[in-house]
T-cell receptor
Framework: GESVGLHLPTLSVQEGDNSIINCAYS??????FIWYKQESGKGPQFIID?????DKRQGQRVTVLLNKTVKHLSLQIAATQPGDSAVYFC?????????????FGSGTRLQVQP | EPEVTQTPSHQVTQMGQEVILRCVPI?????FYWYRQILGQKVEFLVS????????KSEIFDDQFSVERPDGSNFTLKIRSTKLEDSAMYFC????????????FGSGTQLSVL
């Protein structure tokens, strides 16, 4: 069935290092992907998105990479800061199913060590 | 910066009681959503709403659930007869785009059914 999942439940990095959070998806027809950050007690916060006609998109300190061949999505955070500590979710919009609603992955917790 | 606001932040209710969760979407957004997150689980889609009608709903959104936009600013989720398994964090979201892209989420209402 269709699913969006994450490889690692927890990622611990040192402050200043780069972080890479990975996400696998199974719906080959997905054409839109998005990363959200969720801090404790708050709602998901938009980070960056990418369409399937692109393989890379950059934002401020963040880069999303999309590999459609292996159905893999990653979020790279440069110079990770303590404020980046949160749970990160990938989500996809499964257009082929007729459902436009976002399907979320199970999340990766990023812990930034000072 | 405009944001989605939700009230109350916490709601405790007895099983079988009705609850109404309230949301004020971002003012120029036209598409509204409810998602929920059971503790430790994924964020799950409930319903999307546009032009005063439901655009899409999930299997979770059964006859016990309803949504309404009673005026020009509020968007509500009603659970008619709450069950223990309805206990979750409920997130409201809104977007400018109709394709479930770039949803902006509120901070959520933690619903506890006893």
């Amino acid at each position: 069935g269709e699913s969006v999942g994450l490889h690692l439940p927890t990622l611990s990095v040192q402050e200043g290092d780069n972080s890479i959070i990975n996400c696998a998806y199974s719906n080959s027809a997905s054409d839109y992907f998005i990363w959200y950050k969720q801090e404790s007690g708050k709602g998901p916060q938009f980070i960056i998105d990418i369409r399937s006609n692109m393989d890379k998109r950059q934002g401020q300190r963040v880069t999303v990479l999309l590999n459609k061949t292996v159905k893999h999505l990653s979020l790279q955070i440069a110079a990770t800061q303590p404020g980046d500590s949160a749970v990160y979710f990938c989500a996809e919009n499964g257009m082929d199913t007729g459902r436009r609603a976002l399907t979320f992955g199970s999340g990766t917790r990023l812990q930034v060590q000072p | 910066e405009p944001e989605v606001t939700q009230t109350p932040s916490h709601q405790v209710t007895q099983m079988g009681q009705e609850v109404i969760l309230r949301c004020v979407p971002i003012s120029n957004h036209l598409y509204f959503y409810w998602y929920r997150q059971i503790l430790g689980q994924k964020v799950e889609f409930l319903v999307s709403f546009y032009n005063n009608e439901i655009s899409e709903k999930s299997e979770i959104f059964d006859d016990q659930f309803s949504v309404e936009r009673p005026d020009g600013s509020n968007f509500t989720l009603k659970i008619r007869s709450t069950k223990l398994e309805d206990s979750a964090m409920y997130f409201c979201a809104s977007s400018v785009l109709p394709t479930n892209e770039k949803l902006f989420f509120g901070s959520g209402t933690q619903l506890s059914v006893l």
